[in-house]
């Protein structure tokens, strides 16, 4: 149901009203205790009923995939809300409030947009990603003045005559008679955009004359969103071993893709996820012609947030399923300080790669299988493909010693397709390049040293160390390069001693360093036959 990075508890100095269970809230007892991340993590307490909830109580909880509980607390604690009557407003600390004549503390403050995330991309890049089909809930509220001058003023009628949801400035949704606007929204296409929650209301007052007047007054709430669109695109390639590479790519952040049909095998990128409330309906303001208080909110709206993850881009299963091949992305600083106070989660603390394209290799499975997950939860898509199949050649290695004496060695490597078809390495034009993510060629490693075949598909190196040597062809790949090659590797043994100079060279070595120990010998033996001590022993 989740995955339980590290624990959740209630906030200090902040009370969840009286669902803090979960009860009335669509959620078990152990979801409930996942939300509150951003909340002091004081310990497990006395009378913690579950694992989970004492896991809460010490840290955050964090999740491979976007949860549901997010978006279940908030419509289901959203019912907790309540306008003030008709003398009284009731709105939250940041709400953008208006008087008019008669009319006093009005506003429209957008509740929740769901299903959304907020994404820690870097510091100062946390965009709100909202599906393209959503709900949108708000407060409206406002009170009428009891008196305008030396007039008392009595209420004739007042009402919410209409609450609207624009992006943009058009209409997309429009209720009438309510305060706790429930909208929906659908098929936005996907971009940076505003959406505004917007009223009209209406009151009819006599004063103490008798004379009626009519106000009306509109009040909006607008706020920056970014629709999350998924646009996919990917490609695919068959190894001559008759395993499939597949890459998948999506200019915004993304949480991974699964091969459908194998649920279990899944390709997840940097992105991991946390819960929070939103803490500017920690409390609300009641106001009055007596002035204002502040008061604990009954109803606290819960939000996804997505954050690059320490833990990094990985496959599942790790054993049967894909193997992660290659990670495209642009280098971000981390958005830790974005994440705000009392968030436990193993956010990265440096730079991370953003992930925007993966590649896995698997035995079973095609782009046709692919279905692509966003950071929003519900939001997925079927990739597009990008350029034909591409069908990985075999390479193939030849590696020999060529020339030789006692201190080094010359190594003729050829790389070759068939018998006569050499790759080239060294060649800069090597053909057409459909996607290009960076400036790397193929290239040949041996000895710690990277080498490149010539026009004849040949390298030489020189060896001054005996040892096994290791030689592996890194392909280009096979997305820039055609045509495309896959790996290979061969190895070489070398020694001096393995050639006839090198025996002759080793003796004359040996030999050399014997002659003082015969030096001393003989010198030894002159000694003592000089002082004849010899039959003294």
């Known amino acids: 149901m989740f995955a339980v990075c590290v624990v959740v508890s209630l906030w ?39 694992g989970v909830e004492a896991v809460a109580a010490a840290t955050d909880i964090s999740f491979k995939r ?109 209720v009438s008679d309510t305060q706790t606007p429930t909208l929906t929204y659908g098929e936005l296409s996907g971009g940076p955009t505003t959406l505004t929650l917007e009223a009209d209301i209406r009151v009819r007052v006599e004063t103490t004359g008798g004379n009626e007047s009519v106000e009306t007054l509109t009040i909006s709430d607008s706020q920056s969103v970014t629709v999350y669109d998924l646009d996919a695109v990917g490609s695919a390639a068959t190894y001559p071993n008759g395993k499939t590479e597949i890459a998948v790519f999506q200019p915004l952040p993304w949480q991974g893709y699964v091969l459908d049909g194998m649920s279990d ?5 940097v992105w991991r996820f946390y819960t929070a409330r939103n803490p500017q309906w920690d409390r609300v303001v009641r106001a009055n012609a007596g002035g204002t208080t502040v008061e604990h909110s009954d109803a606290h709206p819960v939000y996804v947030h997505a954050y690059p993850s320490r833990i990094g881009p990985r496959t599942q299963p790790v054993r049967d399923g894909p193997t992660l091949q290659r990670v495209w992305g642009i280098e971000r600083r981390g958005a830790e300080e974005t994440l705000g106070e009392n968030i436990s989660v193993e956010v990265v603390d440096g730079t991370y790669k953003t992930s925007y394209g993966v590649a896995v290799r698997t035995s ?6 692919v279905r692509v997950i966003g950071i929003v939860r519900g939001v997925t898509a079927r990739v597009a493909e990008s350029t034909n199949r591409t069908r990985i050649r075999e390479s193939n290695l030849s590696v020999r010693v060529v020339e030789q004496d006692a201190s080094e060695a010359t190594v003729r490597i050829e790389l070759y397709h068939d018998v006569g078809d050499p790759i080239v390495l060294a060649d800069p034009e090597r053909g057409s390049q459909p996607i ?42 096979w997305l820039t390069a055609e045509p495309a090659y896959a790996s290979s590797t061969e190895t070489i043994r070398w020694h001096p001693l393995s050639t006839r100079s090198g025996w002759w060279h080793l003796a004359l070595t040996v030999s050399w360093n014997l002659i003082p120990f015969a030096v001393v010998y003989a010198a030894g ?13």
């Open 12 to 50: 200090a100095g902040v009370v969840v009203g009286n669902n803090a269970s979960g009860e009335d809230n669509g959620l078990s007892q152990n979801e409930s205790a996942t939300v509150w991340s951003r909340d002091a993590d004081t310990g497990v307490p006395e009378n913690s009923q579950t």
């Open 66 to 174: 976007p949860p549901a509980t997010a978006a279940t607390w908030t419509r289901n604690d959203f019912t907790d809300l309540r306008p003030g009557g008709v003398r009284e407003s009731v709105y939250p600390p940041h709400a953008d409030t208006r008087n008019g004549t008669y009319i006093a503390d009005a506003h429209a403050t957008t509740f929740a947009v769901q299903p959304s995330t907020r994404a820690h991309i870097a510091s100062g890049e946390t965009p709100l990603y909202i599906a393209p089909n959503g709900t949108v809930r708000g407060l409206v509220d406002y009170r009428i003045r009891e008196t305008m001058g030396n007039q008392s003023l009595s209420v004739v009628s007042h009402e919410v005559t209409a609450v609207r949801v624009l992006r943009e400035g058009r209409v997309i949704d429009e």
């Open 265 to 269: 095998h899944r390709v997840r990128g």
């Open 364 to 369: 079973s499975g095609s782009l046709d299988d």
């Open 436 to 477: 290009r993510f960076d400036d790397r060629d193929g290239y040949i490693t041996i000895a710690g040293q990277r080498v490149e075949t010539n026009s004849s598909g040949v390298a030489t190196v020189t060896l001054s160390q005996p040892g096994v040597y290791t030689v592996r062809y890194h392909p280009e790949s």
């Open 525 to 537: 033996r002159a000694f003592l036959n000089i002082f004849d001590i010899q039959r003294f022993l």
